[in-house]
């Protein structure tokens, strides 16, 4: 099936009340219309799906990921000299599970972390149903750490799944909890672990939510035929529909904390100073390369940041770019020679009372943290198009020489160049 044809605030944290540490402002496709034409890739989380209700397993747990190569050394912290080849840096992180039958299985998992954390993605009005599972961390079997899923953005009127533990619940190591939801509201989200989230968030424990309009499948306004019929939100009149989609989590990773953390050592989170500035978990170049597939032995160095940032579209083709920030930098995106539509912030529509739209047509989208923004882009002409962080210290890898950081790429082809998309970042 078709799109057309389908008619936060906490107190200080344990570490953090030792240390000073400041409160962190915080968060692949879970696809339940299951209306993908081809094989799901392994970047996509593929939900149990009875009518309208939908359930997925995540389970999180500690693992080892790899920064581009060539970044300079900045001993002791980077490379971690635990870290296993091909590997070079410690992180915390979640795991889809949904598709294994086993407790043996999902164990397994276990010190296999993944970031950024799998997408997801729901209709409104779905009832969704998410088991989270603590696999406890490999590497710091002295850590008793809760985890917890917080839907950062979401109206959520049950405190007792909202995820913040010291209002509702954190899931102990070898314990599950299911966490129950029903969207109402369209837009992009985020999800992070709320439990210790300075340090969590951090290590890698964030990812994107999606609630798909309930507008999808139908045509409004002037909307051609013969088009996808697919939209960000309930607009009325067809303003946010697109023909591809893209989502991008940005944060950023300093390589210390995580070498503490790996070494059984704390960090001051005063003193929080990154060394690497990614999107989806990759710093440029590995940005453009090809979706991984966390579940394949020897998987690449890419293996546990699956998610390529690489965007690809037709001439004359409306792209829905959808960003979020968990980091703790604000990040100014720039697009070079293609105008950026911004149509909704922090999952809200940019409408007045009125009805009138407010979109803003310009080419820098500041994302604070904690923000997210949907933004279109139809570009006129084909060629290569840099989509890079306007601060330029934010485009290194560990201060090295050369291009990297929070910058991908927009490959825009002649007409017929890359077949309809079937699967966000494909």
Known sequence: MTDETRSETTGPGRRAMLLGGAGAVGSVLLGTRLSFAQ??????VQAAASGTAKSVHLAGTDGWVSMPAGSPPDLPFFPDSLAPSPFDTYVFGFRDVTAMATAQEVAAVRGKAQISAPMLAFDEGDDVTIKLSNLGLLMRPDLFDGHTLHWHGFVNAIPLFDGVPELSLAVPIGRDLSYFYRPHDAGTYMYHCHFEDVEHVQMGMTGMVFVRPKQNGTRVGNVPTGVRLAYAYNDGDGSTRYDREFAFMITELWSAAH???????????TDYAPSFWLLNGRGYPDTIAPNGDPQVTAGGRLQYQPISSLITCNVGETVLLRLSNLGYQNHPLTLDNVDMQVIAKDASLLRGRDGSTNYQVTNTVDVGPGESRDVLVTPRQPGEYLLYDRNYAYLGNGGGPGWGGMMTVLRVGA????APQTQPNT
Request: without cysteine; charged residues 20%.
């Open 39 to 44: 094989p799901t890739r392994p970047t996509v």
């Open 259 to 269: 070498y503490r953390d790996a070494h059984i050592q704390v960090s001051d989170w």
């Open 415 to 418: 007409a017929g160049t890359y």
